[in-house]
């Protein structure tokens, strides 16, 4: 055997060796290792990935790769990419929001009665094309505050949203609000804290309405993430990761500790998804990724 070979072979051991030894560790399990180890999930999280971290691959290429991850699905993608993940044995895991005249995202939404008109008839049309797909979850957003009470924006989410949870509610499509920072990415952002959003999901009283709990900005805004998880998991249908500060890997060069994350959503008793939502700044956007679902494979 040449020389070349053996160095290959040794390689290779010792690859998977500090893979074992990461993952008994709770470890991030280095991207060399993972390159040359094929790890089978354990299966307590069901493993997604967020479409637009990844507008550099093409949605082929990112479902191909995915599958042979251990990712189920595919988050935020609209009506015309969903024969897409389907080819690939995957789902859509949360269907994206519809837009009607600037309405309908992050800034401008349910928290202003005078946009409810063309957000019921977007959202009608957009549940009906999640529940044609065979898919289950939907995002919206309260919109901006805007110079708007934190409560009357509250009571205006329940009255907009209300006429449309029927309709949710029959085509059994559950509608996630997410939950985002707006100290850092979002400014003035309405639904910033869990307690909010928790309040807004209580009011409405439906089986079809619940929270997006991204970790990534609750950590930005009020940390604790494993007690709040633990606390206020009944509200909660779908996380979203990314690491602290930047977005990033959610490896060590970030401040929260994902193993011990999961381990607290595994603990509730969670049946739902886990999508990875953060920016790899690695060359090599898909080994980022491959990284982030074994480190959360607890």
Request: glycine share 8%; proline share 3%; net charge neutral.
């Given at each position: 055997m040449s020389a070349r070979m053996n160095r290959r072979?040794?390689?290779?051991?010792?690859?998977?060796?500090?893979?074992?030894?990461?993952?008994?560790?709770?470890?991030?399990?280095?991207?060399?290792?993972?390159?040359?180890?094929?790890?089978?999930?354990?299966?307590?999280?069901?493993?997604?990935?967020?479409?637009?971290?990844?507008?550099?691959?093409?949605?082929?290429?990112?479902?191909?790769?995915?599958?042979?991850?251990?990712?189920?699905?595919?988050?935020?993608?609209?009506?015309?990419?969903?024969?897409?993940?389907?080819?690939?044995?995957?789902?859509?895991?949360?269907?994206?929001?519809?837009?009607?005249?600037?309405l309908g995202g992050i800034t401008r939404a349910w928290?202003?009665?005078?946009?409810?008109?063309?957000?019921?008839?977007?959202?009608?049309?957009?549940?009906?094309?999640?529940?044609?797909?065979?898919?289950?979850?939907?995002?919206?957003?309260?919109?901006?505050?805007?110079?708007?009470?934190?409560?009357?924006?509250?009571?205006?989410?329940?009255?907009?949203?209300?006429?449309?949870?029927?309709?949710?509610?029959?085509?059994?499509?559950?509608?996630?609000?997410?939950?985002?920072?707006?100290?850092?990415?979002?400014?003035?952002?309405?639904?910033?804290?869990?307690?909010?959003?928790?309040?807004?999901?209580?009011?409405?009283?439906?089986?079809?309405?619940?929270?997006?709990?991204?970790?990534?900005?609750?950590?930005?805004?009020?940390?604790?993430?494993?007690?709040?998880?633990?606390?206020?998991?009944?509200?909660?249908?779908?996380?979203?990761?990314?690491?602290?500060?930047?977005?990033?890997?959610?490896?060590?060069?970030?401040?929260?500790?994902?193993?011990?994350?999961?381990?607290?959503?595994?603990?509730t008793g969670f049946k739902g998804y886990v999508a990875?939502?953060?920016?790899?700044?690695?060359?090599?956007?898909?080994?980022?990724?491959?990284?982030?679902?074994?480190?959360?494979?607890?």
């Amino acid at each position: 055997m040449s020389a070349r070979m053996n160095r290959r072979s040794a390689l290779k051991t010792m690859a998977g060796t500090a893979a074992a030894v990461a993952a008994a560790s709770s470890l991030p399990v280095s991207l060399a290792a993972q390159e040359t180890s094929a790890v089978k999930l354990k299966g307590r999280i069901r493993h997604s990935a967020c479409r637009w971290c990844y507008s550099g691959i093409s949605l082929d290429d990112l479902c191909r790769a995915g599958k042979e991850m251990g990712l189920e699905g595919i988050d935020l993608l609209n009506p015309n990419e969903f024969d897409t993940v389907k080819k690939y044995g995957l789902v859509c895991t949360m269907v994206s929001n519809p837009t009607i005249d600037g309405l309908g995202g992050i800034t401008r939404a349910w928290n202003r009665v005078e946009h409810h008109d063309k957000l019921v008839q977007a959202y009608e049309q957009r549940i009906k094309e999640t529940a044609a797909a065979g898919f289950e979850r939907l995002i919206c957003f309260s919109g901006n505050r805007d110079g708007l009470d934190d409560e009357q924006g509250l009571e205006n989410c329940v009255i907009g949203l209300k006429r449309i949870l029927p309709v949710a509610e029959k085509y059994k499509v559950t509608l996630c609000m997410e939950l985002l920072n707006s100290k850092r990415n979002h400014r003035d952002y309405m639904c910033d804290h869990t307690a909010w959003g928790v309040e807004l999901v209580k009011r409405l009283s439906s089986e079809r309405f619940k929270l997006l709990y991204d970790i990534y900005h609750m950590q930005i805004m009020e940390g604790d993430i494993c007690d709040t998880i633990r606390e206020n998991h009944q509200y909660i249908d779908h996380y979203h990761t990314g690491g602290v500060p930047g977005r990033n890997e959610i490896d060590e060069t970030q401040e929260l500790n994902y193993p011990r994350i999961m381990q607290a959503i595994v603990a509730t008793g969670f049946k739902g998804y886990v999508a990875q939502e953060f920016v790899p700044r690695r060359p090599d956007k898909l080994a980022s990724l491959r990284q982030a679902i074994q480190i959360c494979d607890v």
